[in-house]
């Protein structure tokens, strides 16, 4: 499936506004809300659009941020990237070309629940051989959206 025109106006339009209604879109675009249904499912199913929740982790009690690089020693990475990716709040493990060999972000309560998870889970995986643990003071911008679609 191709991003035409009228694709990428309704990919923009949903970053910008993950809630506005088909309704709202066909008004907007100028087409019939049939085919801007008909549009998103085709982008669903050739996996070019996925419509998912994000939740406001801090709502959710997450008051603490972390970025973890992570040097690895005696096991392949993505194996010790898979276990990591098992903590229940760990968002993301990324597996980086050069130093580190990973970087994972974790969601804390607050520092001594950070500790915990990292006493308790990151440091008995094995073949983690050094970590740095990076604290968010803020989070200033925290974007899930894939940047501008009218870049080419």
Known sequence: MLLDDLNRQIL?????????TNKDLSERIGASEVTIAARIRG????????VMMQRDFRS???????????????????????EIARIESCTS????????????????????????IVDNELSTI????????NVSLDIVRWDQGYGGLDAQ
């Open 43 to 50: 982008m669903e199913e050739a996996n070019i659009l996925r």
């Open 60 to 82: 959710l009690g997450y008051n603490l941020s972390a970025i973890i690089d992570i040097n690895v020693e005696g096991r392949h990475p993505d194996a010790i990237g898979h």
């Open 12 to 20: 923009t339009m949903l970053q910008d506004d993950p809630s506005i």
């Open 126 to 133: 094995e073949g983690i051989a050094s970590y740095e643990i």
């Open 93 to 116: 493990v990324s597996l980086a070309l050069g130093s580190p060999d990973i970087v994972a972000h974790l969601l804390a309560r607050d520092t001594v629940h950070l500790q915990r």
